[in-house]
């Protein structure tokens, strides 16, 4: 699907409203496994939770790849390279992941207990956490493929394909989730280490669906020469995609700090800001899904010369944000305490939860702003600027304006420094927008064919 012809507006919506179910239901299988696992006790919840930043590390690897070959893919797309050379990247892009994956499953095996100890984790806590990153590893193939072809199929302009398969992933993983965690019939239960099985097993059928769909859009060149040729690229993809991993690490890096920060007012303070955490989390869905729309749209029409389209997208990104960020302000300047009533009963809780859900969410606008251009950056071939954007806000603004509030306001300082961060990096945002033309950007990342295409 071309996203470079039609009005601004419909053609980049048909790529961000499939994708708002589709990052919703990924988030909902997080949501699973901790509701699952944590009825096996505290313990084993402990257990799963070492193993968060390790998976999220992984997430961001393949995030990394996916970014990096969905740019290459969708310039060349808007520069309207031959059907054969998109065939090309995509296999070469796939053969990448199977060796990062190759990569990943030695690592991991390697020094999972290691690492997990160096975090904290010992006795049985250790124990199930190395076995369950285990499971992991040995089936991380099916994590780096499902994300990177995603990417792809987005490239192409296609966002019904990847949200569907996401949302059945999601669908499959939660259903199976109790099955292999407390056993059902012939399959033994396999306690916390069953939720990753049942990851494992969800992935491996997304794999066998992307390829399809990649397949069914003539996507995959079964070649070796052409495998040999879509490898050779991998500097081109490793050179946005490294970036763009880092870009997916700087805000839990952030969270980590700030979570750090308010542990040093008390219990209450941190079952709060736990809690607004998740829900913001599930808030910013539509934001998050205008990035997964950014890269391929910009992507496209910076191959084809349009940067007049690409600057319209993220204007239109940011009344999106705007708006959104002005109706979950209404909603949660008046619902806020019966929202998170809904979690806990501590009084104390539900009051300072609702006094951040008061003061912050008014600032999303310039939250979806920013992932919106870090993601159109990743789209330009550009990823280094991505990531000085998104670190800028969560390291450079809101890990230092979290330990300052705290300091000096408390919770409520918390809450007023995140205001500001959000905020004051969309409005730098903006001026990116508006003041820069994008042409230079877009003459330099654009597809060029290179030698491998005379052959």
Known sequence: ??????????????????????????????????????????????????????????????????????????????????????????????????????????????????????????????????????????????????????????????????????????????AINPVFIFGLGPI????????????????????????????????LALSTASLVHGLRRWQEVARIGL?????????????SIATAAVSTLGSAEVAAFGLVTKIQSFAVVP??????????????NSGAGNTGRSRDSLWFCARVSLVWALVLAVAFYFGGRWLVSFFTESARTQEIAALYLAIVPA???????????????????????????GAGRAIGLLAPGAWIGVLTGGFLGLAIATFLANTVSGVIAALIVMRHSLKDIDQKSAYQPDCYDSE
């Open 188 to 219: 033994p239960e396999l306690g916390m280490q069953g939720a990753a099985v049942a990851t494992i097993t969800a992935r491996a059928v997304a794999t066998v669906g992307a390829f399809y769909l990649l397949w069914r859009k003539n996507l």
């Open 363 to 389: 600032s999303y606008a310039g939250y979806g702003l920013i992932v919106s251009l870090t993601a159109a950056m990743n789209g330009l071939g550009r990823s280094v600027s991505g990531l000085m954007i």
């Open 287 to 300: 934001l998050l899904a205008l990035s997964a729309a950014s890269a391929p749209f910009v992507g496209q």
């Open 243 to 255: 970036p763009a991993s880092l870009s997916t690490s700087v805000n839990p890096i952030a969270l």
């Open 1 to 174: 699907m071309q996203l470079t012809e039609g009005p601004v507006r419909q053609s980049f919506s048909k790529v961000w409203i499939p994708m708002i179910s589709g990052v919703l239901a990924v988030k909902a299988i997080g949501v699973s496994d901790a509701y699952f696992v944590g009825q096996l006790g505290e313990a084993k919840l402990a257990a799963i939770s070492y193993t968060f930043p390790v998976v999220m590390t992984l997430i961001s690897l393949a995030i990394g790849l996916s970014a990096g070959a969905s740019s290459v893919l969708s310039r060349a797309i808007g520069a309207d390279a031959s059907a054969e050379k998109q065939a090309e990247i995509v296999t070469g892009a796939a053969g990448m992941a199977v060796l990062v994956s190759i990569a990943m499953s030695v690592l991991g095996f390697l020094f999972i207990g290691p690492v997990l100890s160096l975090m904290g984790a010992e006795g049985d806590i250790l124990k199930d956490a190395t076995w369950f990153m285990q499971i992991w590893f040995g089936g991380v193939i099916f994590l780096v493929l499902p994300v990177a072809t995603n990417g792809m199929l987005r490239a192409t302009g296609d966002g019904v394909s990847p949200a569907i398969l996401m949302s059945g992933t999601a669908i499959l993983n939660i």
